[in-house]
Structures are given as structure tokens and as C-alpha cells.
């Protein structure tokens, strides 16, 4: 089973750019699909992206569309959350997680290992 370090988190002004990386330890990266997730002040944790274990699927939620990027990189064993065109809305505490799979899906009830977490917050 992998470990997750969450980095990259800060502070920004709307429209700026930040960029997150999750580091894996352990064995078996390329095993697993990985996701991104968040929780703003006050709020539950929501799903922001997913990506299969082979980059085949990927997933969104609407709110970020067209302005967040998921992406892995097996060789360095890390995920990463590309995130442009920032809004106040995007504060929130962002967490990494990874499911073990056999399938190319980016959808599951549970994830099996999650990080701690960064904090991002948007400045208007």
C-alpha cells in the first residue's frame, strides 16, 4: 500500500495559478487510480478530480472544468493537480487519495489511502 504527501498548497489571488503534487511511497503506483478532493470551510470533503490507473479516464467535477488538469507521472511516482483561472471558491483544504484497481474507472465508494492534506486559499 502506497503513503500520500499533499504539497504545492498556498496563498493566491483570484485568476492566479497553483500547482499540487502528491507524493507516493510504497509499492505499486501505477496500481492505482488517484484522485483529488477538497474541502472548503464549513463544508463537506467533494470530489474535484480522478484519473485511472492508466491515464485513460479522467474525471472532473463541473465546478472546475476547463480550469483544473489531473495528471501522473509513474516514473516519479506523483500526482498532480494543475489548477488555473482560481476563484475565492476554490479555498479549501485539498487532499490526495488512491484506490487500488484492476479497472480504468475514476469512480469508487471508497478510497483506500489518503493524504493529509494542503491548504489552499484564493484571495478575492
Known amino acids: 500500500q502506497v503513503q500520500l504527501v499533499e504539497s504545492g498548497g498556498g496563498l493566491v489571488q483570484a485568476g492566479g495559478s497553483l500547482r499540487l503534487s502528491c507524493a507516493a511511497s510504497?509499492?505499486?503506483?501505477?496500481?492505482?487510480?488517484m484522485g483529488w478532493f477538497r474541502q472548503p470551510p464549513g463544508k463537506e470533503r467533494e470530489s474535484v478530480a480522478a484519473?485511472?490507473?492508466?491515464?485513460?479516464?479522467?474525471y472532473y467535477a463541473d465546478s472546475v472544468k476547463g480550469r483544473f488538469t489531473i495528471s501522473r507521472d509513474n516514473a516519479k511516482n506523483t500526482v498532480y493537480l494543475q489548477m488555473n483561472s482560481l476563484k475565492p471558491e476554490d479555498t479549501a483544504v485539498y487532499y490526495c487519495?488512491?484506490?487500488?484497481?484492476?479497472?480504468?474507472?475514476?469512480?469508487?465508494?471508497?478510497?483506500?489511502?489518503w493524504g493529509q492534506g494542503t491548504q489552499v486559499t484564493v484571495s478575492s
Open positions: 487519495a488512491a484506490k487500488w484497481t484492476i479497472s480504468e474507472s475514476t469512480y469508487f465508494t471508497s478510497w483506500d489511502v
Open positions: 510504497g509499492r505499486g503506483f501505477r496500481s492505482y487510480a
Open positions: 484519473l485511472s490507473r492508466s491515464d485513460g479516464s479522467t
